[in-house]
């Protein structure tokens, strides 16, 4: 079975790192990044500009090293992509934590519209405290 195109490019974001040249190509100017309550910077930040300087920004200081690691990839016939995996974290303080995420992307016009997250929130709160 082929894959889905909505597959291969919300894959492609993840495979990049969130590289600028994909970011550019794949985020909708009208992005809606939502952040599950009780995340650090949790929140609703629109465009992808925002959600780089405002979530990303205010996040990573905190971290030696941070990434998103996904596990398995779903769609609908919505436009949906279902990410199932895990964030790998490592504080500035030593303490390391894999805390499972599943984030729900909308897909309009072959570019993202939005991503909704939920994470364990505890378990990177708890590392956070050094």
Known sequence: MSESPDIALIRRLYESGMSPEATAEIMAPDLVWDITPG???SGVYHGWDSAAKDFFGGMMPNYE???AVPEEFYADDQEHVFVYGHYHAETKTG???DVRFIHLWTIRDGKAVRMQQAADSHVLQEALKG
Request: net charge positive.
């Open 39 to 41: 995340f650090p910077n």
């Open 65 to 67: 090293s941070f990434g």
């Open 95 to 97: 303490n390391k934590a």
